[in-house]
C-alpha cells in the first residue's frame, strides 16, 4: 500500500494547528507527531478531539499550521486524494442512507473510494463485514440493525481497501462491554501495521488498547505518552477512605462501599493503586466537573 | 435431490442458468456448507468453460451470485437506462429521486397548470414557481445536513465535484420533465410558459456557486429568497398587460442576463472545484 513517497515513519505530522469556530478556539496551537500502532485521544466534551480527528482525517482544513498526512501535505486537493486513498475514517455520528443494507451502504462507500471494478468491490465489501462479524445480516436493512451493529457498519467502511491511516471519532461510543471487548480485538488486528487514531470518553479503552495516549482539553494537549504514564501521574494522590471528605473535589463512592479520593489526602485514608482513569481526572477534572457539558 | 450431495446434472443445470430460481437457492444453500460439492461444481464448471480456470474462482461466481446486493427502484431503473452500476448505486443516494420528492415536484406542477387553466390569466404562476423546484432539489441534494454520509464522503477519495455534479444532473433530469409538461397544458402560454427554464438553470448554478463558501441549503435559501425579490422589484410599473407582461425577469434581456448568471456560475464552481472535497459547516458541534 505504501508508495515510494511514504517514507516518513510518523503518519501524522501536525506543526502549529489551529481551528477556530467564530471566537472559540477548539484546537489551539497543537504540534504532535503519531506514527503506526494505536493512539487514543481523549478528553471531555468540546474539548476540541472531533475537531482535530477531523483535520486528521483530510475533511476539514485547519486556518493555520501545517498537516502532513502519509508523507503529503492536506493543504491541496491532489495530495488530499493521495492520502483518502489510504485513509479510512469513522465520524462521530456517522450516518446512514435508511434505505440500504450493510452491503448497500459498504459497496456505496467503496464506491466513493473508487474501487471500481464491481467483483473485486463486492469481494472487498464482503470481506470487511466479514472483519466486523456482520456476515449473516449483511444483506438487513441498515434500520433494522442494532445500534452496536450499525456502529460495526460504520466501522466496516473504515477498513475498505485496508487503509494505512485509521481515524475513529468515539468508535466504542453505545457499545456494550461485551461489543467493546469485541472491538478492541477486531481493531488491533486491523491496526496491524498502520496508523490509528481513535478519540474516546473511556478510560479504559485507552488502558486496554492505546500504546499512546493524549489528553486534550480546551484546544490544548495536556498530555502525551502511555496510559501508565497517566495512570502514574497520580500516584501517591488516589485515596480510600470509609467517609467522604467534604473538602474533596473529586471523590466518590465505589462498588465497595470505599471512598475514593483522588487529589489530596482525607483523613483515616489509605494509598490505593492509581488507574488510567485517576491520572485523567486528576489532569482535566476539576474543570469538568464544573462545566455543564459533562455528560 | 440426493439429500447428502448435489447431482451432477444438477450442477449443470445450475452452470448454465437452466434450472428454477427455486432449486438454484437450495444448491446456493448447500454449496455454502459442502466443499465436495463446490468441488464437483467446479469441475463441472470447467468443463462446461475453458476460461474458468480455478474452483475458487468459480466459488467467487456462486458468492457473487448469492450475495447479489439488493437494488433499490431508483438503482434498477437506472440500471434499465444503460447508466454504469456504481453511477447508479451513487445516484441512489441523491434525496431528490425519492418517490417524496418526486410526487411533490408533480404536485406542484400541477397545481400551477390547474392555477393557470382556472383563474385563465396565463402562467404567472408556473413561471414563480417553476425555478425554486430544481433549486430546492439542487440545495438538498447535498451537504451535511441532508446527507447522512457526507462526512465519510468528503473523507473518500472521489471528487466531490464530480458528487455534486451528478446529483445535480440528477434533480434537473427528475424536475425539468414535469414542470415542462405543466407548461405544456398551461393555456395561453405558449412558449413565454417556458420562460422559467433559464431561470431555473440560472439559480441553480448560483446556488452551487455559494455552496463553496456556505452549507447547500443556506445557498439555496438564499437564492430563493433573491428570485423572490427580484420578480417583485423588476417589474415594468409604466408598462402594460399582465404581471409576465411587466415583469423584466421574464423579457428577453432577462433570459439573456439568467444566460449569463448561469455561466457566471458555473465558472465560479470550476474556478472553485476543490471547495467540494472540505467541509463547508462552520461553527457546530466540536
Known amino acids: ?295 | 435431490m440426493n439429500l447428502t450431495h448435489i447431482e451432477e446434472r444438477l450442477l449443470i443445470g445450475y452452470c448454465e442458468l437452466s434450472v428454477t430460481a427455486a432449486t438454484a437457492a437450495a444448491i446456493e444453500a448447500h454449496l455454502m456448507t459442502c466443499i465436495s460439492c463446490r468441488a464437483a461444481l467446479a469441475t463441472v464448471a470447467m468443463a462446461g468453460d475453458e476460461g474458468l480456470a480455478s474452483q475458487e474462482s468459480v466459488w467467487d461466481g456462486v458468492l457473487e451470485r448469492v450475495d447479489q446486493p439488493t437494488r433499490s427502484l431508483i438503482e434498477r431503473l437506472l440500471g434499465a437506462m444503460r447508466l454504469r452500476a456504481d453511477t447508479a448505486k451513487l445516484l441512489a443516494t441523491t434525496s431528490a429521486l425519492r418517490l417524496a420528492w418526486m410526487t411533490s415536484v408533480l404536485l406542484v406542477a400541477a397545481f400551477a397548470a390547474a392555477a393557470a387553466r382556472m383563474e385563465g390569466d396565463g402562467p404567472w404562476l408556473l413561471l414563480v414557481i417553476a425555478p425554486l423546484l430544481p433549486l430546492a432539489g439542487v440545495a438538498t441534494a447535498y451537504g451535511p445536513a441532508f446527507d447522512p454520509t457526507y462526512e465519510i464522503g468528503v473523507a473518500a477519495p472521489m471528487s466531490g465535484l464530480r458528487l455534486t455534479l451528478l446529483r445535480t444532473v440528477a434533480v434537473i433530469a427528475t424536475t425539468m420533465p414535469a414542470l415542462a409538461l405543466a407548461a405544456l397544458v398551461a393555456p395561453g402560454g405558449g412558449w413565454s410558459a417556458f420562460a422559467w427554464v433559464l431561470p431555473s438553470l440560472a439559480l441553480v448554478s448560483i446556488t452551487l456557486a455559494l455552496s463553496t463558501v456556505t452549507s447547500p441549503e443556506r445557498a439555496g435559501a438564499i437564492v430563493g429568497l433573491g428570485w423572490l425579490v427580484a420578480l417583485v422589484v423588476l417589474i415594468d410599473r409604466d408598462g402594460s398587460g399582465d404581471f409576465v407582461d411587466r415583469s423584466l425577469v421574464f423579457s428577453s434581456s432577462g433570459q439573456a442576463t439568467a444566460t449569463v448568471v448561469a455561466a457566471i456560475g458555473l465558472a465560479i464552481v470550476a474556478s472553485r472545484n476543490t471547495c467540494f472535497d472540505l467541509m463547508t459547516v462552520s461553527g457546530g458541534r466540536r
Open chain 1, 1 to 295: 500500500m505504501n508508495d515510494s513517497t511514504t517514507t516518513t515513519t510518523a503518519g501524522v505530522v501536525l506543526a502549529e494547528v489551529t481551528k477556530r469556530y467564530g471566537r472559540t478556539v477548539a484546537v489551539d496551537d497543537v504540534t504532535l507527531s503519531i506514527g503506526p500502532g494505536i493512539t487514543g485521544l481523549l478528553g471531555p466534551n468540546g474539548a476540541g478531539k472531533t475537531t482535530l480527528l477531523r483535520v486528521i482525517a483530510t475533511v476539514l482544513a485547519p486556518d493555520s499550521g501545517e498537516v502532513e498526512l502519509l508523507g503529503h501535505t492536506t493543504a491541496n486537493a491532489q495530495s488530499r486524494e493521495l492520502i483518502r486513498r489510504q485513509l479510512g475514517y469513522v465520524p462521530q455520528e456517522p450516518g446512514f442512507h435508511r434505505q440500504f443494507s450493510a452491503f448497500d451502504f459498504v459497496d456505496y462507500v467503496a464506491v466513493l473510494k473508487l474501487i471500481t471494478d464491481r467483483r473485486a468491490r463486492h469481494d472487498e465489501v464482503r470481506r470487511v463485514l466479514d472483519v466486523v462479524g456482520l456476515t449473516s445480516v449483511m444483506h438487513k436493512r441498515i434500520r433494522q440493525l442494532s445500534g452496536g451493529m450499525r456502529r460495526r457498519v460504520a466501522i466496516a467502511q473504515a477498513l475498505l481497501g485496508s487503509p494505512t491511516l485509521l481515524v475513529l471519532d468515539e468508535p466504542t461510543a453505545g457499545l456494550d462491554p461485551e461489543q467493546r471487548l469485541r472491538f478492541r480485538e477486531l481493531l488491533s488486528n486491523a491496526a496491524n501495521g498502520a496508523t490509528v487514531v481513535l478519540s474516546t470518553h473511556q478510560t479504559d479503552d485507552v488502558a486496554a488498547l492505546c500504546q499512546r495516549v493524549v489528553v486534550m482539553h480546551s484546544g490544548v494537549i495536556r498530555y502525551d505518552g502511555t496510559a501508565a504514564g497517566l495512570a502514574g501521574l497520580a500516584a501517591g494522590r488516589v485515596w480510600l477512605a470509609d467517609v467522604r471528605d467534604p473538602a474533596a473535589q473529586l471523590a466518590w463512592m465505589t462498588g465497595d462501599g470505599m471512598v475514593r479520593h483522588v487529589g489530596e489526602p482525607p483523613t483515616n485514608a489509605r494509598l490505593d493503586e492509581p488507574r488510567v482513569e485517576d491520572g485523567y481526572l486528576l489532569l482535566v477534572g476539576a474543570s469538568v466537573l464544573q462545566e455543564s457539558s459533562w455528560r
